[in-house]
C-alpha cells in the first residue's frame, strides 16, 4: 500500500518554529509502520489556510496513492461544502483519506460518515460562536458601550466605556443628511463640506468615500 502523508499548522509563525510539524510526522511515519504501508512523502503545509483546496497535497494529488494519511480531520478542509467536494475528487481517483488522530478512514462507509459528522459539528461550533459574538456585540452597542472604532458623530465618555453623541460631528452629520434629502450626489457632498471648512475626524478633506461611508451606515440602521 502507497501512501502520502499531509502534516499542517495553522500560522506561518508556527511554521518557522516548527510548532508540532514533526511530531504529526512522527505519527504519520509510526502508522505507516504498523500498517506496512510505503510512505512516499510527508508534505508539510505551514501557515496555508485550511478553507482552501489549492494546498500541496491536492494539487499534487495522483491516481496511483491509495491513500492520504492527515494529521487531524480538521486540517483538509474547514468547510463542509469543500470536505465533500474533496471527498468527491479522492473516491474518483481511488484515494483514501486517513486521519492518524481520529482513527478515521474514508475508504469505508462508516469512516465517511464519521467525517462527515465531525466537519458539520465542527462548522455548526463556529457559526454558533459567530452568532454569539454579534448577540454579545448588538447587547453592547443597545447600551450605549463602545464596540470597536467609534463611529463618526460619536465620542468616547470619560469613563472609557461608553459613547455619546460627538456635538460637532452631528451637526456635520445633519447636513449631510439634509443635502441628501435634497438630492445632492455624494460628491457633490463631499465639495460643500470642503467649501464650509469642514473636515473629518483625522483633519483630512472630505472626499466622496468619507460622505459614502457615513451614508451607508445612516441607510443599515
Not at 56 to 71: A, D, I, K, L, Y
Not at 93 to 113: I, K, P, Q
Not at 149 to 168: M, S
Request: charged residues 25%; proline residues 2%.
Amino acid at each position: 500500500m502507497k501512501t502520502v502523508g499531509y502534516v499542517r499548522v495553522s500560522t506561518y509563525k508556527q511554521a518557522d518554529r516548527g510548532v508540532s510539524l514533526e511530531a504529526q510526522a512522527e505519527k504519520i511515519r509510526a502508522m505507516a509502520v504498523v500498517h506496512t504501508a510505503e510512505l512516499l512523502d510527508i508534505i508539510v503545509d505551514g501557515g496555508e489556510s485550511p478553507k482552501s483546496l489549492t494546498v500541496p497535497v491536492w494539487r499534487g494529488c495522483s491516481p496511483w496513492w491509495t491513500q492520504v494519511r492527515c494529521r487531524r480531520s480538521s486540517s483538509p478542509s474547514s468547510i463542509v461544502k469543500d470536505l465533500c467536494t474533496l471527498l468527491e475528487r479522492f473516491e474518483r481517483r481511488g484515494v483514501a483519506l486517513v486521519s492518524v488522530a481520529e482513527s478515521l478512514d474514508t475508504g469505508s462507509a462508516a469512516g465517511r460518515l464519521v467525517l462527515n459528522i465531525m466537519t458539520a459539528v465542527s462548522q455548526w461550533e463556529r457559526e454558533a460562536i459567530g452568532e454569539r459574538t454579534r448577540d454579545v456585540m448588538s447587547h453592547k452597542q443597545t447600551n450605549g458601550e463602545r464596540v470597536g472604532n467609534i463611529q463618526f458623530g460619536y465620542r468616547l465618555c470619560a469613563d472609557g466605556k461608553h459613547v455619546e453623541p460627538d456635538a460637532a460631528e452631528q451637526a456635520v452629520l445633519a447636513e449631510i443628511r439634509q443635502m441628501r434629502q435634497d438630492g445632492k450626489t455624494l460628491r457633490g457632498i463631499a465639495a460643500a463640506l470642503n467649501g464650509r471648512a469642514y473636515r473629518t475626524r483625522r483633519g483630512s478633506a472630505w472626499r466622496l468615500e468619507h460622505v459614502a461611508r457615513i451614508v451607508g451606515k445612516a441607510r443599515a440602521r
